[in-house]
Structure formats: structure tokens, C-alpha cells
Nanobody, 125 residues
Framework: QVQVVESGGDLVQAGGSLRLSCTASGLTFDDYAMAWFRQAPGKERERLSCINSIRWGSNTYYADAVKGRFTISRNNAENTLYLQMNNLGPEDTAMYYC????????????????WGQGTQVTVSS
């Protein structure tokens, strides 16, 4: 049974930083592309960043809204995905989700097969 679990969400002041973690079990982590999404109240879920599987080069992708501020990385030995978030602003307040799909990243939310329950990030102004 596949399990995806996020952690690291918190309340932080504007301009601050957070690092989110996501652990995945029940799958061969190396074979999966991993992504971070977020969803704010009343808004659609948006993909923030994605990293391909090792076989596909671990290429990374970022949404324009977070490019230059967020960094995605993976530790395959520990089946863990990270999202380092810097220079946070109130607009980054949302529930953050980790998701997995085989091989490569795609810009379609529904094509990710496994999802975590989310971790809340709140940025105060």
C-alpha cells in the first residue's frame, strides 16, 4: 500500500523560510516523479514544482510564481522529497501537497496517482 506523508508546514512571518518534507512508502521511490502542489481556500490546486525520476534525469520544473524562491530536491536513499521555500509572502498561504507518478513530470494534476493529506503553510504579513 502506497503512503505519502507531508510534514514541515507552519506559521511563519513574511520574508521567512520553511522546508517541507514528504516521505513515500510502498513504491519504488527512484522510479517516480515527485511534485509539490498547493491549494488555497477558494482556489484551484496548482502545481508548484516537480522533479523527474532518477531514470529520467531528475530534471526539475517550477511554476513562475515560485521560481527563484522555492527549491525542490529528493533524497532517494531516504525516499524523501523536499521543498525549500524562501522569501515567503502571504500569497503563499495554502495547504501544500506532495504527489507521485511514474517516471516523468506532467503539467496535469489528475495524472499524479498518489497524494498525501497535505501540510498547512500560513504566512503572516
Amino acid at each position: 500500500q502506497v503512503q505519502v506523508v507531508e510534514s514541515g508546514g507552519d506559521l511563519v512571518q513574511a520574508g521567512g523560510s520553511l522546508r517541507l518534507s514528504c516521505t513515500a512508502s510502498g513504491l519504488t521511490f527512484d522510479d517516480y516523479a515527485m511534485a509539490w502542489f498547493r491549494q488555497a481556500p477558494g482556489k484551484e490546486r496548482e502545481r508548484l514544482s516537480c522533479i523527474n525520476s532518477i531514470r529520467w534525469g531528475s530534471n526539475t520544473y517550477y511554476a513562475d510564481a515560485v521560481k527563484g524562491r522555492f527549491t525542490i530536491s529528493r533524497n532517494n536513499a531516504e525516499n524523501t522529497l523536499y521543498l525549500q521555500m524562501n522569501n515567503l509572502g502571504p500569497e503563499d498561504t495554502a495547504m501544500y501537497y506532495c504527489a507521485a507518478r511514474l517516471n516523468v513530470c506532467v503539467p496535469v494534476t489528475d495524472r499524479f496517482n498518489f497524494w498525501g493529506q497535505g501540510t498547512q503553510v500560513t504566512v503572516s504579513s
